[in-house]
């Protein structure tokens, strides 16, 4: 059920995790414990979604009552973007931990490789900051390995780094990065990228898979509204009545069968078993080719906040 990809330093990540950005705080205990019951053992989170600790509490409480040992989980949090100084980054990662109820984290990632400034009110809550900040990826990087030396991390990554901003922090790394994760489905399918992170084994771990249909978050967030919706594309319903499965669940096996790692994010019960039940089915070369042919690079998280720092990562191709 829980099939896991080893990544560059011999860990071994679940495929399918559950994203937890958005889960509405009312339901969010009772969605993760629900995940665990299902079999999800891979649980993102990060400090700019301001549920740490209430997944820690579920956590905590899952592992006191079922036959589970915290070996069996993988839990991944961010770097927010207000922390990468590197005097920062291991306070920022003790916070999580605190919050999280655990001595280690299996992820760590750099939020997005762009810093912004400490707000007044420190320690943070989680909203987001506004002036950027000029720091060094590699200051950043350097500290990120320290979590890995002093075993607060497992292993350590990135998000919606481009090649440029992954070679820079590469060459002088004594711990390569194992994830870069990035917004991918259907209609961004992330080739290049994908192709630039197999050879030097850096998984591309898909967030959006399923190119967040619904959205409604604050205009704040500045998440473009798709101009359609692959869960309701025809192309995929066609695929999906073929194999007897639902549209979510083509759109993800597609990511899974290229390789990828996914994050779902969902709520409703029948949906979070769908997203996790990948594995029993496979798709033909013929659909993979129908759904490569949806490919339009629209991007849904453009990362406007950030648009105009230095390492704005969406400037380059890829
Ligand atoms: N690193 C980053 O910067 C970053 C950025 C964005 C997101 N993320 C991570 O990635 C996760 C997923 O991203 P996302 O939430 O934007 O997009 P998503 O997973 O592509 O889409 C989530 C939306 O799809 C619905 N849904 C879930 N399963 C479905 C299915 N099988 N069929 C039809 N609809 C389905 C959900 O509604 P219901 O809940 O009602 O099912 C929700 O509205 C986040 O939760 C977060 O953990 C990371």
Redesign the pocket.
């Known amino acids: 059920m829980a099939v896991r990809l080893t990544l560059n330093n011999g860990q071994r990540i679940p495929q399918v ?1 559950l ?5 509405s705080a009312g339901n969010l205990e009772v969605t993760i414990r629900r995940a665990l019951e299902m079999g999800y053992r891979h649980i ?3 400090f700019m ?1 301001g549920n740490e600790a209430a997944i820690g509490k579920v956590v905590e409480e899952y592992l006191e009552t079922s036959n589970l040992t915290r070996q069996d989980l993988f839990i991944t949090t ?1 770097l927010f973007p207000s922390y990468m100084k590197g005097t920062a980054v291991g306070p920022a990662l003790d916070e999580s931990l605190r919050r999280l109820r655990l001595n280690y984290i299996d992820l760590f ?1 750099i ?2 490789p762009c810093a912004m400034k400490e707000l007044d009110n420190y320690p943070l809550k989680p909203q987001q900051p506004t002036e950027f900040m000029a720091v060094d990826l590699k200051e950043t990087w350097k500290a990120m390995e320290e979590t890995v030396y002093n075993g607060k991390a497992h292993s350590i990554g990135v ?2 780094c481009n090649s440029k901003q992954l070679d820079y922090i590469c060459k002088t790394a004594r711990i390569q990065p194992v994830v870069n ?3 991918a ?1 259907a209609r961004l399918p992330q080739r290049k990228l994908h192709d630039y992170c197999k050879p030097r084994k850096i998984l591309l771990q898909a ?9 409604s978050g604050p205009v704040a967030l500045n998440v473009v509204q798709s101009s359609d919706n692959l ?1 309701e594309h025809r192309v995929i319903i066609d695929i999906a009545e073929k194999h007897n499965r ?4 083509v759109l ?1 096996r597609n990511l899974v069968q290229r390789g990828m790692a996914v ?6 019960p029948q ?2 078993e ?2 996790l039940r990948l594995f029993s089915f496979s798709l033909s070369e013929e659909d993979m080719i129908q759904i490569d042919k949806l490919e339009t690079g629209e991007r ?2 453009q990362l406007a906040w950030y648009k105009g720092h230095p390492e704005y990562p969406f400037d380059e191709e890829f």
């Not at 994203?19 to 889960?23: E, F, L, N, Q, V």
């Not at 994050?263 to 409703?268: D, F, G, M, R, T």
């Open positions: 995790a994203g937890t950005s958005r889960i993102d989170t990060a979604y961010k990632l939020h997005v998000c919606s994760q990035v917004e489905h967030f959006c898979p399923l190119g967040s249909p619904n959205f869960v639902t549209p979510g669940q993800l994050i779902p994010k969902s709520e409703n949906r979070m769908e997203n849904r998280f």
